[in-house]
């Protein structure tokens, strides 16, 4: 008589099978389940073919023993001001998105955590919540929370942050080539014939990003003769009722002005609503660009001209760098290159 149990055992699908089919080592195969990047992608792809046809299913709990690690990656998303009682700026939701399924293909479970600024979540962090390291995700004042990431350092965690890339920065940071954006934008509204180009967004080491995008249109500016007035600046939070606020007081100041670059869609759509308020029309009077690349923007009114941030190759970098640094392979900071998407609202 068969024994049910072994005869289960006997058909159980091991990575010496895998190999098998793909016609690799077994070392190979362990090297691809860990997610090495020693591997070629032809090689991977003909890996990960098998462990598909083969329905192979990965013992997490023996893997982690083996590796001494969770198998777990945590992602910190910070509260943001916001209109709703979500207090997530909207730009983080597609990048959440993108970073679940990167952890899913590299067989890592997420942990999700809401934090404020304020609280000690860089303490003893990765220990207690038992990820092999963090993602942190949101904006806030960077010289509030500077100390904070050096603390990280310090302990030697692994960390990654979604972020402005500077130098000598504490850690690793994945982020948009801000300046390069705000070039974008200023030369996008120098072709549509501004020439007094407001900017609505706190301008300061405080907010690096949005220092940035100011700084690159800036630049945008000076290569034509001109230059961005620091009486056409006014400070704002991303969210839509400091855009509203930051515009209407742009609006009083009485300064001529004939375009609005927001530091983020958020800002923008605020400012449109205050814009239309005062009577000004958007685009014939003001001209307006935001920043992030939003689902938001297609359907503002008008339809918001933006700075796109890829959030999708951001998720996935995010995850990848973290990885790295958890098996202490190189990593390195790195900036994405921003594109323009021109609609309505600043005359496309």
Not at 272 to 283: H, I, M, S, T
Request: proline share 4%; charged share 25%; net charge negative.
């Amino acid at each position: 008589m068969i024994d049910p149990h072994r005869a289960r055992k006997k058909t159980r699908t091991t990575s010496l099978d895998i190999a098998h089919r793909a016609g690799v080592s077994q070392a190979t195969v362990s090297r691809v389940l860990a997610g090495s990047p020693l591997v070629n992608a032809e090689t991977r792809r003909r890996v990960e073919e098998a462990v598909r046809e083969l329905n192979y299913k990965v013992d997490r709990h023996a893997s982690s023993l083996r590796t001494q690690r969770a198998g777990t990656l945590a992602l910190l998303l910070f509260e943001d001001p916001t209109q709703d009682d979500s207090h997530i700026n909207p730009f983080f939701l597609s990048m959440l998105g993108s970073i679940t399924r990167a952890c899913a293909r590299c067989g890592h479970d997420l942990l999700v955590s809401f934090q404020q600024l304020s609280d000690d979540w860089h303490a003893d962090y990765e220990d207690s919540m038992k990820a092999d390291g963090l993602i942190l995700l949101g904006y806030g004042d960077y010289l509030a929370y500077e100390s904070k990431l050096e603390k990280l350092v310090a302990k030697g965690t692994h960390f990654v942050r979604w972020g402005q890339v500077q130098q000598g920065q504490p850690g690793l940071s994945i982020g948009c080539d801000n300046a390069a954006g705000g070039a974008l934008a200023g030369r996008h509204l120098l072709e549509r014939g501004r020439r007094r180009i407001a900017f609505l967004g706190d301008a300061s080491s405080r907010f690096p990003e949005f220092f940035e995008r100011y700084r690159g249109c800036d630049t945008a500016l000076r290569e034509a003769g001109l230059a961005m007035l620091p009486d056409l600046q006014v400070d704002a939070d991303s969210t839509e009722q400091a855009g509203y606020e930051a515009a209407h007081l742009l609006v009083t100041r009485g300064l001529p002005f004939d375009a609005v670059f927001a530091a983020s869609d958020l800002i923008a759509v605020g400012a449109l609503r205050a814009l239309k308020d005062a009577g000004l029309r958007v685009p014939e009077d003001v001209a307006v660009v935001g920043f992030d690349g939003t689902p938001m923007a297609a359907f503002a009114n008008p339809p918001l001209s933006t700075v796109v941030q890829d959030t999708s190759r951001a998720g996935e970098l995010l995850v990848d760098t973290l990885l790295r640094r958890v098996r202490d392979f190189p990593a390195e900071s790195l900036m994405l290159a921003p594109t323009l998407e021109v609609r309505a609202s600043s005359g496309g």
